[in-house]
């Protein structure tokens, strides 16, 4: 039978993005429901993202440190894996997140519909559930938090040999090869954890560097660990056919160091993008725009075309964060009350958990550069600093753009342990409009990595206790 249910705010989609936007809208007195195909809130983030492949790269980092505590005369057993415990792990993480996730819309009043939605008309929302029963749910606002869904890859081929970043997730089999394609965050984070596993594993990038759009020297240390965990890394490489044999995936290479790499593959893993969850929607029957790449268009409340609707996180595009999602998901619910908000922050973190990790937060080098941004750029390398050393990590980086006349801090980026840590109080910097003597005069902890955020603003003025450089500027 179907049911008509009404409700003020409709979230479709219950990630970071959703999930968010729902319990600030709650908060708000409002009357909210949110609908997701999973049994809990959680999205793309808890149940195939963010959080099972840091589960993941937290196991891979064990094996790394185990092995590499021979050089510190500490000498570990190879380990000895149990998978379906690793996998239990993940499983139960996840769950605990997301149990926790149900809990707080029960707590909050947020009514939580386990089904599919997709718009009837601007005020209503078809309502499908798992067993094929359909309700109608009208609401006097509806919030779009879709999220995306692994990019389809040009020869692909339906094969259980290929695997999304989803399925790479679930640990089905270690294989004896694996070859990656897409040298981004999510094929580097996943590539790690199979090659810390035991797999021999080629990553292949279609652009001249990893992590495009990452300034050089921040991922200089990246690849340099990369290029003796992974079995290969080819650059301005292209993979030009797949074909799936009875020992597994034939997959033709064109680039300029692909003469001696093997062509045949236990396992393909496809990282190549991600695509707006936009189709299913039925936005046909509204005026909601989206542009060339299906990402819906939205103003600074994160508004559509239709008054009523706002739409947030990665359907409406980059950077496809979960905590940009978050961010987006509060300003839309606090819109729908009436409250002034906007999206505008002054920037956007970004962490890329490999190891080492790299994070960056506001204005990259490399974009300075494009865009004819004038910066001071000081760096402060980690093998001055006292606590990378005790860590064995001295390979690290921490830098710093500044307004070349204000020294208002414009970038960081970071490259090293923990870095995705370290990046947040570069947000604060810039978020709080500080400039490079703020944090310079900020006493910080010794022995930490965060000395290396202080000191990199003390090399701004050439004043950085450890390091020597003749000095650029005085500091008022
Ligand atoms: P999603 O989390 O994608 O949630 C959308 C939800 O909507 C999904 O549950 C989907 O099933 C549901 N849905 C879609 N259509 C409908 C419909 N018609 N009706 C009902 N429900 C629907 N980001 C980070 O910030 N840090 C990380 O470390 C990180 N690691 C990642 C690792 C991997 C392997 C992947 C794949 C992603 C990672 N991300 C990370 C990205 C992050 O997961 C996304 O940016 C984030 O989840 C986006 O949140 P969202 O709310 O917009 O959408």
Redesign the pocket.
Known sequence: MTESLHTEVAV????????AAAFRAADLGMDVTL????PNP?????????I???ALLHVAKLITDAREAEEWGLKFAPPEMDYDKVRARTRQVVEQMTDGLGQLCRARNVRYIQ????FINTHTLAVFHEDGAEDTLECAYAVI??????ALFGPLIKSPRVMN??N??KLETIPETLLVIGGG??GL??GSVYASLGAKVTVVEMTGTLLPGADRDLVAPLQRRLEHLMDAILLNTKVVEMKEQQNGMHVVLEGPDVSNSPQLFDRVLVCVG?SA?SS??NLHDTRITTNARGFIEVDAQRRTAEPHIFA????VGEP???????AE?RVAAEAIAGMKSVFEPQAIPA?V?TDPEIAWVGLTENEAKKQGVPATVARFPWIASGRASTLSRADGLTKMLCDPDSNAILGMGIAGSGAGELIAEGALAIEMGAVAADLDMTIHPHPTLSETVMESAAAIFGQSTHIYRPPRKERE
Not at 312 to 315: L, T
Request: aromatic share 6%; with cysteine.
């Open positions: 479709i989609g219950a990630g970071p993005g959703g999930y609908l997701d195909v999973s959680g999205g793309t983030c808890l149940y195939r993202g963010c099972p492949s840091k089904a599919r939605a997709a938090a879709s999220g995306s869904r692994p970043s989803t790479a997730l965050y999510i984070e996943l991600r969850n299913g929607l947030i996180g990665d359907v496809m964060l979960a905590h940009k999602a978050s998901g962490v958990f």
